[in-house]
């Protein structure tokens, strides 16, 4: 399992993901579920990806492939981003199909791979979708601006208390990572190398504001410990349940 989340904001579009694929008891491994595709001062676009790792692999193969040998579809060439989202659905369901049925090598196990898409097209305001593994997709709501893949009930709660249209990116970036080491601590398929990226509303670069923590970076450890002490501070200031117990006497 893992975890990966994006953020629609007015100021642009911040994305998120942990790279963990395998937390056994003598092995972990890493591996990156952000993926970005551009086209200075025209496109940026970056596919988050959870589930099936082997299907979410070769799913990103075939847009490669069709990059570079410009075979029907071409997300470079794309006039909307729903379009690219219909794209990377049947790419999906299409890998899915290859282990479906009584005659696949692996029938009965689960291909499902699920996606977000976020971006921007010259001439078009940014756009965040969530591509589900039956191929459709839906877009972030007003009311709450973020998608969630993967491990996704642990980190919903701060994003929900957090999280506004209008809210500043950097504090975006950082309730995204909080969100993050939520998940990490309450469910052990989920870990670092955490990647985070925040896209800025019509620059169309592909030097988007990023970076990488890994499991002992200073910055990760700092939130951690501030998050726990802040929050223990918050319960401990809560109002006293004495009133409630006179009243029931």
């Known amino acids: 399992m893992t975890y990966c989340l994006a953020i629609a904001l007015d100021e642009g579009l911040v994305f998120c993901s942990d790279s963990r694929t395998n937390a056994g008891a003598d092995r972990v491994s890493t591996y990156s579920k952000m993926h970005r595709f551009s086209v200075p001062y025209d496109r940026s676009l970056?596919?988050?990806?959870?589930g099936n790792l082997a299907t979410s692999q070769a799913v990103v193969s075939q847009i490669q492939r069709d990059l570079e040998e410009d075979n029907g579809f071409n997300i470079l060439e794309a006039r909307y981003v729903s379009e690219i989202a219909d794209y990377v659905g049947k790419l999906s369901v299409r890998e899915q199909a290859k282990h479906s049925?009584?005659?696949?090598?692996?029938?009965?196990f689960d291909a499902g791979?699920?996606?977000?898409?976020?971006?921007?097209?010259?001439?078009?305001?940014?756009?965040?979708?969530?591509?589900?593994?039956?191929?459709?997709?839906?877009?972030?709501?007003?009311?709450?601006?973020?998608?969630?893949?993967?491990?996704?009930?642990?980190?919903?709660?701060?994003?929900d208390r957090i999280i506004r249209r209008n809210t500043p990116y950097a504090t975006a970036m950082r309730c995204a990572l909080v969100s993050m080491d939520s998940t990490i601590r309450s469910n052990a398929t989920v870990g670092p190398p955490l990647e985070c990226l925040f896209y800025k509303t019509d620059s169309l670069q592909p030097q988007a504001q990023y970076f990488k923590l890994d499991e002992h970076h200073p910055y990760l450890a700092l939130l951690r410990q501030s998050w726990d002490d802040n929050i223990r501070q918050a319960f401990d200031n809560?109002?006293?349940?004495?009133?409630?117990?006179?009243?029931?006497?």
């Open 101 to 108: 049925g009584d005659n696949a090598p692996l029938a009965g």
């Open 46 to 50: 970056v596919l988050l990806s959870a």
């Open 113 to 159: 791979a699920t996606f977000i898409l976020g971006g921007q097209i010259k001439g078009h305001a940014p756009e965040l979708y969530m591509i589900y593994p039956e191929g459709n997709h839906i877009t972030a709501s007003e009311q709450h601006p973020y998608l969630q893949i993967g491990e996704t009930k642990y980190g919903k709660p701060i994003l």
């Open 238 to 249: 809560l109002p006293s349940l004495n009133e409630v117990f006179a009243k029931e006497q």
